[in-house]
């Protein structure tokens, strides 16, 4: 009997030992089949961060675009009106009758009087770049260019064999109909090496038109700008508007017809 007792004890203590690994087992298990599920949390994590970049991206970005758009009128010359004098528009858009400006003489042409110190100091400075340089054209009266424009649409009819009206379309390329030629505002003026249009050294050109705007003037028909001014190139019309608006529509490259349109849309 006692040996049959102490057979059931062990045999009892063997299997309270096995149930007690099992157990063990079990929690092992338990625990591990948890820990992935943490690890899928901490990885999703991250994953919202392109969300929430992309957001803030598109956020800044609009308000970028608006920035842009309120910042357009901002950037403008601080004291610039469209109604300016010396941004008058002249143009086939804006014909406009005889001006009559107060004239002053320079060298060979004259020109308003309000400019006669700045075309002075800009042409004694184009001349230290080549001293070819000088003044071939200044103002012109509505009358003086209604003589010009016939000229020159009688000499494309001879010349070409063509009719008025498409002798017209040629001649407006390089020069205006009456009442829309700049020179009758006394603001502009050609100026180059030669007599001939186009004609200049290119190089002399870049470095005259460099410093243009420090006397207020700027290259009035570049090749980019046709499509807003409807004239062809001309590498010696240069047009007088004021320090700051040359300084700023060189900077930005824009025509005056495209200048005006930004300060009559930001209200100025």
């Known amino acids: ?25 079990c929690l092992c298990l338990l625990l591990l089949s948890r820990q992935p599920a943490g690890s899928h949390r901490e990885e999703a994590s991250p994953s919202s961060l392109p969300v929430l970049q992309t957001t803030v991206f598109s956020t800044s970005t609009s308000s970028s675009a608006a920035g842009k758009t309120a910042s357009a009128s901002q ?6 009106k469209s109604s300016d004098w010396n941004l008058v528009l002249v143009n086939r858009d804006n014909i406009t009758e005889e001006m009559n400006p107060n004239l002053a003489t320079i060298e060979n042409i004259t020109l308003d009087s309000r400019i006669a110190d700045q075309a002075t100091q800009f042409i004694a400075a184009a001349r230290a770049i080549n001293a070819q340089e000088h003044p071939i054209s200044g103002y012109r009266s509505v009358a003086y260019q209604t003589t010009l424009y016939n000229q020159y649409v009688q000499q494309e009819m001879t010349t070409r064999g063509i009719t008025e009206e498409e002798a017209k379309k040629v001649v407006e390329t390089y ?9 009758q505002t006394g603001l502009a003026m050609d100026m180059s090496t030669v007599d001939s249009l186009n004609q200049s050294d290119a190089t002399v050109v870049s470095a005259v038109k460099k410093i243009a705007p420090e006397y207020g003037f700027v290259l009035r028909f570049e090749k980019s700008y046709s499509a807003s001014t409807g004239i062809e190139y001309e590498d010696w019309h240069w047009r007088y508007v004021g320090v700051e608006n040359a300084k700023y529509m060189t900077e930005k490259q824009i025509s005056l017809e495209e200048y005006v349109a930004q300060l009559k849309a930001a209200g100025k």
């Not at 950037?75 to 610039?80: I, N, Q, T």
């Not at 020069?175 to 020179?183: D, I």
């Open 1 to 25: 009997m006692p040996q049959r007792r102490s057979r059931k004890r062990k045999v009892g203590a063997e299997i309270a030992l096995l149930f007690l690994l099992f157990l063990g087992l």
């Open 75 to 80: 950037d403008l010359p601080s004291e610039a």
């Open 175 to 183: 020069s205006q109909p009456p009442g829309a030629s700049e020179h």
